[in-house]
């Protein structure tokens, strides 16, 4: 990676950075692009050459939450039943480093942007259904489970730990809710 490139991914970690400061004091429908760029530290010119607008820096960082997994799902994970904990928790880790600002998007009713990527997550993993099957329904019953699971985790203090939710998730989806 160049210089340039390098700058450029400083200056929109800047510009992340200064809209979940403002969040911390403000709503997200009121923080004006003035206030952003004076938060961020970064030049008006800088912001726009980024991003279009505000919600492109949610895109942006939740995009860049990416690391390098140790466990990637291999194959249909509704489908193999291998030992999901780890990648399950290596999730549940990454949640976890970033509770704060999460949490602060669950809080200030941002919580779709933070769906989305699940949603996107869990679709990559398990590949396209039929639109005729009723199999898609049970993968939209799972990403509304692991979201409703997180959110509640994230908004009640995460008190169980990474490890102690990815086995929880893991137990009411393999066994099921109404046993």
Do not use: C
Not at 88 to 112: C, H, P
């Amino acid at each position: 990676m160049n210089h340039s490139q390098q700058e450029n991914l400083r200056v929109k970690d800047q510009i992340v950075d200064g809209l979940f400061a403002l969040l911390k004091v403000k709503s997200f429908s009121s923080i004006k692009i003035t206030e952003l760029i004076q938060s961020a530290n970064v030049a008006r010119a800088s912001y726009y050459r980024n991003f279009d607008k505000i919600e492109d820096i949610l895109v942006y960082y939740f995009q860049n939450l990416q690391y390098d997994r140790k466990y990637p799902v291999q194959g249909n994970p509704l489908k193999n039943k291998q030992d999901n904990l780890p990648g399950v928790q290596e999730s549940f880790d990454l949640i976890y480093a970033e509770k704060k600002r999460i949490t602060l998007l669950l809080n200030n009713g941002l919580s779709d942007y933070f769906y989305q990527v699940l949603y996107d997550q869990i679709i990559d993993a398990v590949g396209d259904m039929p639109t005729n099957s009723p199999e898609r329904y049970r993968v939209y019953v799972i990403i509304g489970a692991i979201f409703s699971i997180i959110s509640e985790w994230l908004l009640s203090g995460t008190k169980e730990s990474p490890h102690e939710m990815a086995k929880v998730t893991l137990y009411y989806l393999e066994k099921g809710v109404l046993q």
